[in-house]
C-alpha cells in the first residue's frame, strides 16, 4: 500500500506530482488552451470551475470572508492575503531601479514598465498605448478628452470622478 506521502500521478509535461489522479487532471489544464468554463453574461472563460464559482462573486457581490482586525468582507481567501499586508506594512515586492517596496507583484509588474517602457494595453479606436490597463479605461471613458468632473474648491477638471 502507498503511504500519503508519495506521488504517483506525475505531469508528463512538466514533472509535477500529485496524489491523487484529479488534481493531476486539474493540473493538466494549465499546459493547454482550453478554458471550457464560461459565464454567460460576461463571456469570460475559465480551466477550472471554480474558478468560474470564484468569478461569480464578482458580478453577485457575494463576499463570504471577513476580515476581524478591520471587519472589511472580501470574496477571496487570496485577497484577504493581500488585505492583511496592508494592516502589517509588508512590503515582498521591490524594484529592481529604485529598491521601491511594494505589497503586491502586480504592482510591482506596473511600475517597472515606467522603467522599461513596455506599454502593452492598446486602444482599439487611436491604437494610443498605456503601461497602464487603469489609464487605457480613462482614455476609453474618455476619447475626446472630455474632463466633466470638476473640483468644487479648485475648480480643477477631471475625466473621472473617484
Known amino acids: 500500500m502507498q503511504s500519503y506521502r508519495e506521488q504517483p500521478f506525475t505531469c508528463g509535461i512538466c514533472k509535477k506530482s500529485y496524489n ?3 488534481t493531476l487532471n486539474l493540473h493538466l489544464r494549465t ?3 482550453e478554458q471550457p468554463f464560461t459565464f454567460d453574461i460576461c463571456r469570460m472563460s475559465f480551466k477550472v470551475l471554480g474558478y468560474l464559482k470564484l468569478h461569480l462573486r464578482n458580478h ?3 463576499q463570504p470572508i471577513t476580515f476581524d ?3 472589511k468582507s472580501l470574496s477571496r481567501s487570496d485577497v ?5 499586508r496592508t494592516h502589517n506594512g ?3 515586492f521591490t524594484c529592481f531601479v529604485w529598491e521601491k517596496h511594494f505589497s503586491q507583484s502586480s504592482n510591482l509588474k506596473l511600475h517597472v514598465r515606467t522603467h522599461i517602457g513596455e506599454r502593452p494595453f492598446t486602444c482599439v479606436v487611436c491604437e494610443k498605448h498605456f ?5 487605457l479605461k480613462v482614455h476609453v471613458c474618455t476619447p475626446n478628452g472630455e474632463r ?6 479648485c475648480e480643477k477638471h477631471f475625466s473621472q470622478l473617484t
Open 80 to 84: 484577504l492575503k493581500l488585505h492583511v
Open 148 to 153: 466633466p468632473f470638476s473640483c468644487p474648491v
Open 90 to 92: 509588508e512590503t515582498p
Open 69 to 71: 482586525v478591520c471587519n
Open 60 to 62: 453577485t457581490g457575494e
Open 20 to 22: 491523487l489522479s484529479s
Open 131 to 135: 503601461s497602464n490597463p487603469g489609464n
Open 31 to 33: 499546459h493547454i488552451e
